[in-house]
């Protein structure tokens, strides 16, 4: 399998993470939608023009994280999968994911309102809406965590959630738009530290790319 998409994109990074958890064999390539040459390939297999994509071994590219991970959770079974097959299992988690790639989009909306828009067409009251309503969430799922022990989000073991509030806390602070607050989200923090020294997220991360 072949995965488009630089680590520093969140949404790719779940997806990588998730394969190497599974132990499914991938070969990374970076690409960036910035790069106009790579955002050409990438509309080769995603009209939209957004990563991450998997191109499954018959050519088969799925696009959007989110379908992608169902996919992948298929393919490991339901003894494996990151998120439960069904039931208020399921619904509980993808009521998580749901906080969680939220914050996700408030902060990639907040880092390219604040680095990659031109200066003078900044809109700094707007980058500090998507700050806040992403602070709300992240209020919300630091109890969450708390709640459930700080050790994992559900279940008692290793799930999406976890996985992919990891990679939004490092993408936080790489982004450094403000929201890594470690005294305001102590268990999101420690959750993040404990799991990222984790091979498979240590592997993928951003800062060491």
Do not use: C
């Not at 965590?145 to 700080?150: D, I, K, M």
């Amino acid at each position: 399998m072949k995965l488009l998409g630089r680590p520093l994109s969140p949404y790719t990074r779940r997806v990588a993470i998730s394969l190497r958890h599974y132990g499914m064999a991938y070969e990374q390539i970076p690409l960036a939608i910035v790069n106009p040459e790579h955002l050409a390939e990438i509309r080769r297999h995603n009209p939209l023009g957004r990563v991450p994509v998997l191109i499954l071994d018959d050519g088969t590219a799925l696009v959007e994280s989110g379908a992608i991970l169902d996919t992948l959770d298929e393919m490991a079974g339901p003894e494996r999968a990151l998120i439960p097959a069904k039931g208020t299992a399921r619904r509980d988690m993808l009521q998580l994911l749901a906080l969680l790639t939220g914050v996700m989009d408030r902060a990639v909306v907040a880092f390219n309102e604040d680095t990659r828009r031109p200066e003078d067409k900044r809109w700094p009251e707007y980058s500090q809406r998507m700050k806040d309503s992403a602070a709300a969430a992240l209020d919300a799922l630091d109890a969450r965590l708390t709640a459930a022990g700080g050790d994992w989000f559900a279940g008692g073991r290793l799930s999406q959630a976890d996985i992919t509030s990891v990679v939004l806390w490092e993408f936080m602070e790489v982004a450094n738009v403000g929201l890594a607050d470690a005294d305001r989200f102590p268990a999101l923090a420690a959750h993040a530290k404990r799991l990222g020294a984790q091979e498979m997220f240590a592997a993928t991360s951003p800062k060491n790319q």
